[in-house]
């Protein structure tokens, strides 16, 4: 493996675990604001 293969692989593993917290991000958005909305009132 040169330099560049790791690279490479090395901004695939940086992306995929960026989507990775992307989605769980986005899966607990509503549940955090859903909890908030009914104690702001």
């Known amino acids: 493996m040169n330099g ?3 690279f ?3 901004v695939g ?3 995929l675990t960026h989507q990775l917290f992307r ?3 986005f899966i ?3 549940a955090r604001r859903h909890r ?3 104690a702001a009132r």
Do not use: A, K, Q
């Open 4 to 6: 560049w293969e790791f």
């Open 8 to 10: 490479f692989i090395l």
């Open 13 to 15: 593993i940086v992306s």
């Open 23 to 25: 989605v769980i991000d």
């Open 28 to 30: 607990e958005r509503p």
């Open 36 to 38: 908030r909305h009914p």
